[in-house]
Nanobody, 116 residues
Framework: VQLQASGGGLVQAGGSLRLSCAAS????????MGWYRQAPGKQRELVAV???????SYLDSVKGRFTISRDNAKNTVYLQMNSLKPEDTAVYYC???????????WGQGTQFTVSS
């Protein structure tokens, strides 16, 4: 499975950003997908999950601010991020989930920085 995350950049606190992750080499519609992030000096953490059945779940710190969605026709999963905070600054990655664990090796991810 190949995953290409995009959409990062620089945004001010309180702003919004949408990340995209395009998948290939898999039957996307049957996959559970997740967005992860890794801030400098911290471990990678799971931010949001979108199951193949349409269920979503979020890290507590992003609930109410982030929304994960997917377009199976485009083999793409999105992460809409609103009310951004400096602590959201990280490299964001997407991955296929299997039994709750990332299935693929990690790609480059997409970096964004929230300035205060």
């Amino acid at each position: 499975v190949q995953l290409q995350a995009s959409g990062g950049g620089l945004v001010q606190a309180g702003g919004s950003l949408r990340l995209s992750c395009a998948a290939s080499g898999t039957i996307f519609s049957i996959r559970n997908m997740g967005w992860y992030r890794q801030a400098p000096g911290k471990q990678r953490e799971l931010v949001a999950v979108h199951t193949r059945d349409g269920s979503t779940s979020y890290l507590d710190s992003v609930k109410g601010r982030f929304t994960i969605s997917r377009d199976n026709a485009k083999n793409t999963v999105y992460l809409q991020m609103n009310s951004l905070k400096p602590e959201d600054t990280a490299v964001y990655y997407c991955n296929v989930l299997s039994a709750g664990r990332p299935l693929n090796s990690w790609g480059q991810g997409t970096q964004f920085t929230v300035s205060s």
